[in-house]
């Protein structure tokens, strides 16, 4: 489908004459009618009635018409937005995340980046689930952000590791465990956890919760997609749940470390071969944030 065939057909259905459409579009009244056929040809259906004297739409071409005119809409729209983006010359960087929960994180840092680079636009993705992977390695963003051990590394990808961050035990401030400086897997035992099912989570993590919800009761645990779900059904008091440490303190949530389990790794994915200006300040700038200096002095400690 091509934008002549769509203005073609717009044109004809707003004026019902072929001969008026080919006027205002500035080409042959025969050009009008092969945009229309092979528009038909190409929908599966007549868009027209035709007869020696006049033209009407078929109820298919009555329910495309509006669709028509929002298609064609959105593609100036784009053409446009490409048009004055090359006159302007701006910068893009593009920038992935797997998950919502270090947002954050990554909110300091495009601070940071911002007043080193004021004239770049980050253009930012999440997607939570596999299919940003092949967004990333398909060369459709500049840097990835995620935990080390799930996104796989390819021949060109290099990893830049962030922070080391530990595995908490998240629940409500005021909670009898909250006071704990750490806590063993089997104290969980006699608690309700929540769950996260979700390609967002860590493996170390689902690998601990699988471990922990083998020796509690259906009863007792409450499930999830989503590791902000997790945190909304933590806050609301429905169980512990098992999550990495939040880069910020919060008033209602207490993290607590997990005995015995290592922390995960968090940082960024980048192509080597892609590697520009815009990429090495940023990339220097994430390596330098204040915000990791918790997670750094922890894992020295």
Request: proline content about 5%; charged content about 20%.
């Amino acid at each position: 489908m091509t934008t002549q065939q769509l203005e073609s057909f717009i044109q004809v259905a707003d004026n019902l004459n072929f001969a008026r459409a080919a006027e205002i579009l500035n080409i042959t009244q025969s050009a009008v009618s092969r945009q229309i056929h092979s528009l038909e040809e190409e929908l599966g259906t007549k868009l027209f009635v035709r007869s020696t004297r006049t033209v009407s739409l078929t109820p298919a071409g009555i329910i495309f018409l509006d669709d028509a005119k929002e298609i064609l809409a959105k593609l100036q729209m784009a053409a446009m937005k490409i048009e004055k983006h090359s006159q302007a010359n701006i910068d893009v960087l593009s920038i992935g995340c797997i998950n919502e929960i270090y947002l954050g994180l990554l909110s300091e840092i495009l601070s940071q980046y911002h007043k080193k680079e004021p004239g770049v636009h980050p253009f930012l993705r999440v997607v939570p689930s596999r299919s940003i992977l092949n967004l990333f390695f398909n060369g459709e963003m500049d840097i990835l952000f995620g935990f080390e051990d799930d996104v796989p590394i390819r021949d060109g990808v290099r990893y830049e590791e962030l922070a080391r961050i530990p595995i908490c035990c998240a629940m409500p401030f005021g909670h009898p465990l909250s006071a704990r400086s750490v806590i063993e897997e089997q104290e969980l035992f006699s608690e309700n956890i929540i769950i996260c099912n979700s390609y967002e989570t860590p493996s170390k993590i689902t690998a601990v919760q699988h471990r922990i919800g083998r020796h509690l009761p259906p009863e007792s645990i409450n499930y999830c997609e989503d590791m902000m779900v997790a945190l909304s059904l933590t806050r609301a008091g429905y169980g512990i749940s098992i999550l990495p440490a939040s880069i910020h303190d919060s008033p209602e949530i207490s993290y607590i470390p997990l005995a015995g389990i290592e922390p995960v790794s968090y940082g960024m994915f980048y192509k080597i071969s892609s590697q520009n200006h815009l990429q090495k300040a940023f990339l220097s700038t994430a390596k330098e944030c204040p915000c990791l200096k918790r997670f750094q002095d922890s894992s020295l400690s």
